[in-house]
């Protein structure tokens, strides 16, 4: 062991011996249970805020004081705080357990006091009541110490006001704390501002000062805003706001003489407490219909740019790409945009930054996303789009944002370092690679043509399209007519008569050439017969040459022509039945009167 | 057979009348646009495309190329409105389907399009795969089909037709008159339009002092139901309606 060592330790050992003996008289006079309410008169329908402080110097080991039995109310614990306090070189320390009082029933209440037990001696607090009145009570009292200063709530109040009700997810709610005073402090008020479990918070500065007259009575008002959002959905309570804030003490002065204004120089005054109601919203989440299947967050109304810092690069060469989400709403919170599938470029990401701004009570303000990226082929390359979702609360609708396209020319570079790897796709993966940019034009000629040419409306088209039905229709008349021609008997000899004629014509040219005389005047005399009853629908047995005449007659064919029938009919007889002597023509003449016969007919009938 | 040679003499002038009427005067100018595209002169690229479209020409290459110049130039709504004409005209083809698909992305405006039904989206695929001339000609071909077999079977008796094959015949061609119908209904007496401004009011009825509905981007693609004073009806996707003003928008 040392000397120094030895001498410490007998430093400590002294001082040991001259605070020891005193610590155990100070913790056990100066135990303190303290009980007080935000207010002494509340409505049926609201709350009343108990907080019990304890308080001992040189105990840090305080118990949590019992409450007195409140079977009127339902008792909700809301949390506790510890002050540690050094005051004369004595170390206090005190503990704040706040409860929030719902009262089930009407009418005054006693509360009566906690109780801790320290060091095996129990302690006991003051006692209070609570006025419950049907309905509202109206504005806040001043609790504590306040009506021994004989200051009302009427010259002191704060007042939390909240612009919603019932906010959206990650919605700004505007809380403002007013504090109206009609007197005269003696000091800068401190404010405690309220306990907002469950939400962010963010500031509205700067603060408002201003008059404002209340019932007659005009109140110099300051107003702190803090703007809210809520980070989950249910019902979420704003805490009380504090003031505390040093007043003339009136009541002393009222018992005093004129030498009074000398005590308004120089009093102290009394520290009143003023609080405000704790304030409860009922969050909404966020609509599920018609959420993006992209959404990731993002309440407000927002707007969305993007930029390139170069359009012109080599291959290889980096190129900032910095996307900014302006406009109104918790921006901070504001997800980072989609970037669209940028197959030609590796893509590193930068910074992300925010600034926040307020605009008329709004907050909001540049959230910017920054990236490098770096192009890994030449040609021209489209950026975007960039989409930004986001839910717009005074819409009540989602909504999607999509930045304008960039271009960007990339070129292959002279010196292209080795050190890139080439973009090379995992072979086995399949390949679904989005497009980065338009396809190029077309450049192998093209077929220009008149405008407004509608095939199916162009009067040709639709002319064409009568063909085939002018063919069905053409293809009926004809089946018909056949049908006709074979049903109807005299019809069909008439149409027959000449081809008949000719048959027999040609067969009569063949026995011209023969020696068979009998058999070519016959066949003379039988084709005109036949001819004619052909024509005429008789019985070519029955036909005399009288009955020609007659018939030709009847069907008023020239003279000439009769003539030249009947004559041919009985040179022919005359040829078949003389044996052909003494013929008046030769069977050559008879041919060819035949012939003109026939062609004269059958131009006739 | 004097019949006979009328057919043939219709079916050449009905030939000459569907070929189309070259324009051969203004493939110079064709060429001269992509010249200036491949420099990056789209501006003027834009001048010379659309000077063959006054002069009353067009083709699919033509929209196509002006659309890729539009949407050089950041003209997104004119863009999306050449490339949808360059499908009109050419619905197979994948450049056309690829930069109409690309430049829509850009479009602010996202038009929720209720759910279609299976059978409804095969008869939409059908409708968006061919042009009304390739649907036209389809029916037209099941026409002269029909009744050359009603001609040969029930009138000529030429052969015998099974009755399936002519029941499929002509259900075939009902089919397919009906589509022509219908597609000529949807691509030339519908009329429809695109946005080409960058933005502008939906109102609620054809003037100024109407109150707005919603803002509509370029790109934005709507039926036309009828105009006013300057303004037209116009129906959206979602089934949507509002009066929109003429000068922002383009008939496509």
Redesign the interface.
């Known amino acids: 062991m040392s000397i120094g060592r030895i001498y410490s330790a007998l430093v400590i050992a002294a001082l040991l011996a001259t605070i020891l003996p005193a610590a155990p008289a100070v913790a056990q006079t100066d135990v303190s249970i303290r009980m007080a309410l935000d207010r002494s008169r509340i409505g049926s329908n609201e709350t009343a805020v108990l907080t019990v402080a304890i308080s001992a110097a040189g105990q840090k080991q305080l118990p949590e004081p019992k409450l007195p039995p409140l079977p009127q109310f339902d008792i909700m614990t809301a949390g506790s705080s510890t002050n540690l306090q050094i005051i004369n070189g004595q170390v206090s320390y005190s503990q704040n357990y706040t409860y929030i009082l719902t009262p089930k029933q009407v009418g005054t209440f006693p509360i009566y006091a906690a109780s801790a037990v320290v060091n095996g001696t129990r302690y006991e607090s003051n006692t209070l009541s609570l006025e419950v009145v049907k309905g509202s009570a109206g504005s806040q009292t001043i609790p504590g110490g306040a009506a021994e200063s004989g200051v009302s709530s009427k010259d002191l109040f704060l007042r939390a006001e909240v612009d919603k009700r019932n906010p959206y997810v990650d919605e700004q709610v505007t809380l403002s704390v007013k504090f109206f005073r009609a007197i005269k402090l003696l000091s800068n008020p401190d404010y405690v501002p309220p306990q907002t479990p469950g939400f962010w918070t963010s500031d509205i500065p700067p603060q408002k000062q201003y008059y404002q007259t209340i019932d007659g009575r005009d109140y110099f008002v300051v107003e702190v805003r803090t703007a809210l959002f809520p980070t989950a959905p249910g019902k979420l309570t704003i805490g009380e706001a504090r003031v505390t804030a040093a007043v003339p003490d009136r009541s002393r002065r009222r018992n005093r003489d004129a030498f009074g204004l000398f005590d308004d120089m120089f009093q102290q005054g009394t520290n009143v407490e003023v609080t405000s109601s704790p304030v409860t919203v009922d969050v909404r989440p966020l609509p599920a219909e018609?959420k993006p299947a992209e959404f990731s967050g993002g309440v407000g109304d927002y707007k969305i740019s993007a930029a390139i810092d170069k359009n012109d690069v080599e291959v290889n060469e980096a190129v900032n790409l910095s996307v900014k989400v302006t406009g109104q709403g918790n921006i901070k919170s504001i997800p980072e945009p989609t970037l669209?599938v940028l197959d030609g470029f590796r893509v590193e990401k930068g910074a992300s930054d925010f600034k926040i701004s307020n605009l008329d009570n709004q907050m909001g303000g540049v959230k910017s996303f920054e990236y490098v990226l770096i192009p890994r082929q030449s040609g021209r390359q489209?950026i975007?789009?960039i989409t930004l979702n986001y839910f717009d609360p005074s819409k009540r609708a989602y909504q999607?944002?999509?930045t304008?396209?960039m271009?960007l020319s990339v070129r292959q570079g002279e010196l292209t370092t080795g050190a890139e790897i080439p973009y090379n796709p995992v072979s086995g993966q399949t390949l679904d690679l989005k497009?980065t940019?338009?396809?190029?034009?077309?450049?192998?000629?093209?077929?220009?043509?008149?405008?407004g040419?509608?095939?199916?409306?162009?009067p040709?088209?639709i002319?064409?399209?009568t063909?085939?039905?002018l063919?069905?229709a053409?293809?009926?008349i004809d089946?018909r007519r056949r049908r006709r021609l074979s049903e109807d008997v005299g019809y069909a000899r008439l149409r027959r008569a000449n081809a008949v004629a000719k048959k027999r014509l040609k067969k009569a040219a063949e026995l011209l050439a023969g020696n068979d005389d009998a058999a070519f005047y016959a066949e003379i005399s039988g084709m005109v017969l036949q001819y004619i009853a052909d024509k005429f629908n008789q019985s070519a047995q029955g036909l005399t040459t009288d009955r020609v005449d007659e018939l030709l007659k009847e069907a008023s064919a020239p003279d000439s022509l009769r003539e030249d029938t009947l004559n041919v009919v009985r040179l022919a007889d005359f040829g078949r039945f003389a044996g052909g002597a003494g013929a008046e023509v030769t069977k050559e003449m008879l041919f060819e009167k035949v012939r003109n016969v026939i062609i004269g007919l059958e131009e006739t009938l | 057979m004097s019949?006979g040679r009328m057919?043939i003499v219709?079916?050449l002038?009905?030939m000459a009348?569907?070929s189309?009427?070259?324009?051969?005067a203004?493939?110079g100018d064709?060429?001269k646009g992509?010249t200036f595209?491949?420099t990056g002169d789209y501006a003027n690229a834009i001048t010379a495309y659309q000077g063959?479209?006054n002069a009353?020409?067009?083709?699919?290459?033509?929209y196509?190329?002006l659309g890729?110049?539009c949407?050089?130039t950041?003209q997104?709504g004119r863009a999306i409105l050449y490339y949808t004409r360059a499908k009109q005209l050419d619905p197979r083809d994948e450049?056309i389907q690829?930069?109409l698909?690309?430049?829509r992305?850009?479009?602010?405006d996202?038009i929720?399009i209720t759910e279609e039904t299976i059978l409804l989206e095969y008869v939409n695929r059908f409708f968006d795969t061919f042009s009304?001339?390739e649907i036209?000609?389809m029916a037209?071909l099941l026409?002269?089909l029909t009744?050359?077999a009603?001609?040969a079977h029930y009138?000529?008796r030429w052969f015998y037709l099974p009755k399936p094959v002519i029941v499929l015949l002509v259900s075939l061609f009902v089919l397919t008159a009906v589509f022509?119908g219908v597609k000529?209904d949807r691509d030339?007496l519908t009329r429809s339009g695109v946005v080409l401004d960058q933005q502008t009011e939906v109102k609620n009825g054809p003037g100024d002092d109407f109150t707005n509905q919603f803002t509509a981007h370029a790109g934005l693609m709507f039926t036309i139901e009828r105009e006013e004073s300057g303004y037209y009806l116009v129906d959206f996707e979602n089934r949507l309606k509002g009066w929109i003003v003429k000068s922002a928008v383009a008939e496509i």
């Not at chain 1, 940019?437 to 405008?451: N, P, S, V």
């Not at chain 2, 189309?20 to 051969?24: A, E, F, K, L, T």
């Open positions: 018609g669209p489209t975007g789009p999607s944002l999509n304008a396209p271009t497009a940019d338009i396809r190029f034009i077309k450049t192998g000629g093209t077929h220009l043509y008149r405008k040419r509608v095939l199916l409306t162009s040709l088209f002319t064409f399209l063909l085939p039905l063919a069905i053409g293809g009926m089946v | 019949r057919m219709l079916v002038m009905l009348a569907i189309p009427v070259r324009g051969g203004f493939d064709f060429e992509n595209y491949s063959i479209l009353g020409y067009h083709s699919s290459e033509l196509y190329n890729d110049a949407f050089r950041g997104l450049d690829a930069n698909a690309f430049a992305r850009f479009a602010i996202k929720e009304l001339n036209t000609w037209a026409y002269l009744a050359a009603i001609l009138i000529y022509a000529l030339v």
